[in-house]
């Protein structure tokens, strides 16, 4: 900090710009957090019955274990893009709320 010159008022204005910034944050993750985790468990779980299910199949002979092996590569290329975009969709909205948090601090050195 020192190396940026951030001592004195300048550090005090970043030092309560990061504090205004984990008020913002913590609330948003309060409410996505449980909202994200519950998709992500949900996907996770269509996979898992998925194996089930065709384990099932695959023992009562309704299924070759060609097909099974092919729907458990297509199956786990659809969930894990859509766990990761869930993921990613958290991860931009917290660095949004930093961006701004960033253009405001600059903008209050400007005036």
Do not use: H, Q, W
Request: proline content about 3%; glycine content about 8%.
């Amino acid at each position: 900090m020192k190396a940026y010159n951030l001592v004195g008022e300048k550090f005090a204005r970043l030092e309560n710009s990061f504090r205004k910034l984990m008020k913002e944050c913590i609330p948003f993750e309060a409410l996505s957090g449980p909202i994200i985790l519950t998709s992500i468990t949900l996907i996770r779980a269509g996979l898992t019955l998925m194996i089930l299910t065709g384990t099932y199949l695959l023992i009562g002979g309704s299924l070759d274990v060609l097909t099974f092996v092919m729907f458990l590569v297509i199956g786990s290329r659809v969930y894990d893009p859509l766990t990761s975009a869930l993921m990613k969709y958290a991860e931009l909205r917290y660095d949004e709320r930093a961006r701004e948090r960033i253009l405001n601090l600059m903008n209050d050195r400007g005036s």
